[in-house]
């Protein structure tokens, strides 16, 4: 197993994994005047909706951990809770959830590994219990076509921290685009996804977001 998969097999990783999170910003830190604090207050809900308006979407994506590996596939998504990680290539691995829990399935030394979804930074994305608004904190993205928010439950340091990062487009469900993320778990490591030809509005059926069991395949017969 080489050293991205032995990352991506970490529980925290295996959300689509670790990132390193934008620090707070000294400005974030202290109370904001009004308007700035209604202005942050509307971006947050804007990226709150624009997640809740995906009824589903593909999207090619790329996959980089800190030290630069990259894998690349196709994500398959449907709310609420479900998504596919389907990697190109050689890497003979699958991550999904069905709504409940996410799914690591390793084909090459026949592992699977499931972690329920609140139990990882994708639980921002996957969630619907996961109230962005109580746990997001808007981030200074630079630019005022960008809106990046950071997640993180103060009570559970273990289960790692998201930061989305949208782009206004007028195409996309409500008028932003999720371009990318990083994700950051508890032992520091780090990923990145970066998506790009965002498809909205398909039909996914349930299968997608099955798998094969490499464990009973792999039995010999009694």
Do not use: C
Not at 24 to 42: D, I, K, M, W, Y
Not at 83 to 92: L, S
Not at 110 to 122: D, F
């Amino acid at each position: 197993m080489n050293a991205l998969k032995r990352i991506i097999s970490k529980p925290v990783a295996a959300a689509i994994f670790g990132a390193a999170t934008l620090a707070v910003p000294a400005s974030l830190a202290v109370p904001e005047a009004p308007a700035v604090a209604s202005t942050q207050a509307n971006d947050l809900d804007r990226a709150v909706r624009a997640l809740r308006a995906i009824t589903t979407m593909r999207a090619d994506f790329v996959q980089t951990d800190r030290a630069g590996n990259a894998l690349r596939g196709e994500l398959t998504l449907r709310n609420p809770g479900r998504i596919r990680f389907e990697y190109d290539g050689d890497t003979n691995m699958l991550v999904v959830s069905d709504g409940r829990a996410l799914t690591l399935v390793d084909y090459d030394v026949s592992q699977v590994e499931r972690w329920p979804i609140s139990n990882s930074p994708l639980g921002a994305l996957l969630d619907p219990d996961r109230d962005m608004r109580r746990y997001g904190t808007l981030q200074s993205s630079g630019s005022d076509n960008v809106i990046s928010v950071l997640v993180r439950d103060p009570n559970r340091p273990e289960f790692g921290t998201i930061t989305l990062i949208f782009q206004e487009n007028a195409n996309a469900p409500g008028g932003l685009q999720l371009a990318s993320w990083v994700a950051l778990d508890s032992q520091n490591t780090r990923t990145t996804v970066r998506l790009r030809n965002h498809r909205y509005g398909m039909s996914v059926p349930n299968s997608a977001f099955t798998y094969r069991d490499p464990r009973r395949s792999s039995r010999r017969p009694g």
